[in-house]
């Protein structure tokens, strides 16, 4: 299928975006499809959308529904992984990872056109990762652990996709049986391509786990010899070759091939059921030890050298839809927190306490532990403050205290400045000892912490003899207060 000419308008279901149509069936297209979610999170998806006429058909409905629930039991790398079912309005879209790579019939129908074989390495390694995926859905459990019985009954080509990577899937597990399903088959009605069809599915319709080592049997005949293994022009025919055909082993179809592919084939293909391998996994176990297969990088280059036009076309379109797809804006911190990243880192915190009783908490006996480890150090170091200023007191030479002049009423606490004989009205009377010289500064002295101003002049301490002024300085302009002048 080639791609469009350009982008076309997608469409929106919910959260995803559905764009070109990778593939279309008789009930459901697959599109290509972009997930938004939240913080700018984009994800290529590969979206199965049922057809609008089916949509509304209960069986239908339970036959996709069952499905999404089978496959999303099976996880295994050569599983293709469902992602989501999403019932929109109308719309019923089973969501499921994007393989990057192409389909086995694909790959066989470009290498037929080129007039080459697979290599049988390929094919075997290819094989051998369908068998494992086969072998995860019959094994699969349900919630509870009671083996679900999955059988896919329509292995073929068209549902094993081989991705770049070297991996190949199994997909498509719509017409599946298994125990609990929801829809079940109409007595007489077939499921699956006839010829991939095992004997027993045909005849009398009774499928198991063999029925799909018998399809994928078949698949490994074609993949080596270029052919199919039944052809006919109508189904009545096409199902007597199935149940009676003669098989040729794959090495007299191909010059050249190994013949220890025969026996592996042949053994697959055996119409009784019990003469076939047990397992899935015991074919591919057989397949790995007899003829080898290729690793996983070999088989990617080789898809990417077969399918090139075609991966080239799909890189194109992803590239076109991931342009055009808006991406879902990103949250934004409020105008408060835009250009505070602290504040996101709180808001963070409170909203991961909102959700966590216990961090809530923890959250604040920490903080509480903080607060008080602050409130005790603050504590502290007020202590040592108070300490350090009663030992400098204690330490200062004792002076006397003096009664202060008067001075306007004003009743507050007064801190007078450095005492300065100069700055009394009369200076002083000359003391017994040499008076400093009149150039010399005189040194100040810090006086006492609090002394309260007197309150008015009429207040003012009765003046006593020699008490004016009431100190005399000696020559080193030192300060000393009449014991008789004091109060």
Not at 78 to 104: I, P, Q, R
Not at 117 to 124: D, E, N, T
Not at 459 to 466: C, I, L, S, V
Request: aromatic content about 6%.
């Amino acid at each position: 299928m080639k791609a469009p000419a350009g982008p076309r308008a997608p469409s929106s279901v919910g959260r995803y975006v559905l764009h070109g149509e990778i593939a279309s069936g008789g009930m459901a297209t697959v599109y290509f499809g972009r997930l938004q979610g939240a913080a700018g999170f984009t994800r290529s998806v590969a979206i199965k959308r049922l057809h609008p006429q089916f949509a509304k058909d209960p069986d239908f409905v339970a036959m996709f529904v069952d499905e999404a629930r089978l496959a999303a039991r099976i996880a295994h790398p050569n599983v293709v992984s469902t992602l989501d079912v999403v019932s929109y309005a109308d719309e019923l879209l089973l969501v499921m990872e994007y393989v990057h790579g192409a389909s086995l019939s694909r790959l066989l129908k470009v290498v037929a056109q080129r007039g080459e074989r697979m290599p049988p390495r390929i094919v075997a390694s290819i094989l051998c990762g369908v068998l494992h995926g086969l072998h995860a859905a019959h094994e699969a459990k349900s919630e509870g652990g009671q083996p679900l019985g999955i059988v896919h009954r329509d292995v073929s080509p068209q549902n094993v996709m081989v991705g770049t990577d070297g991996i190949a899937r199994v997909l498509d597990f719509g017409v599946a049986k298994a125990a609990g399903r929801w829809q079940s088959t109409q007595r007489g009605q077939l499921k699956g391509k006839l010829a991939y069809m095992a004997p027993e599915q045909i005849a009398t319709h009774d499928v198991t786990r063999k029925s799909d080592v018998y399809a994928a049997a078949v698949m490994l005949w074609e993949a080596l010899t270029g052919g199919r293994l039944f052809r006919a022009d109508n189904e009545a025919r096409l199902m007597a070759l199935v149940l009676g055909g003669r098989v040729d082993p794959p090495s007299a179809v191909t010059p050249g091939l190994p013949a220890s592919f025969d026996r592996i084939v042949l053994r697959g293909l055996h119409r009784d059921p019990d003469q076939r391998f047990a397992t899935a996994r015991e074919m591919a176990a057989e397949v790995e030890r007899v003829v080898g297969a290729a690793p996983p990088t070999e088989v990617g280059e080789w898809v990417e050298y077969i399918a090139s036009e075609e991966l080239r076309e799909r890189t194109h379109r992803i590239e076109e839809i991931e342009r055009i797809t808006p991406t879902p804006p990103r949250p934004k911190p409020t105008p408060a927190d835009a250009h505070d990243p602290r504040s996101l880192v709180h808001l963070g915190m409170a909203r991961s306490h909102a959700h966590n009783p216990v961090a809530s908490w923890r959250y604040i006996g920490i903080t509480g532990a903080v607060l008080a480890g602050c409130a005790l150090a603050l504590g502290v170091m007020a202590i040592h403050a108070h300490r350090a200023v009663h030992t400098a007191d204690a330490q200062a030479p004792a002076v006397e205290t003096p009664s202060l002049p008067d001075v306007p009423s004003h009743d507050v606490d007064v801190v007078p400045p450095a005492w300065n004989a100069a700055a009394t009205a009369e200076p002083p009377a000359p003391a017994a000892t040499s008076a400093p010289p009149a150039s010399a500064a005189p040194v100040r002295r810090n006086p006492p912490r609090f002394i309260r101003a007197p309150r008015a002049a009429s207040q003012a301490p009765t003046a006593r003899p020699d008490c004016n002024p009431p100190y005399t300085a000696d020559s080193n302009g030192h300060i000393h207060f009449k014991p008789a002048c004091i109060d």
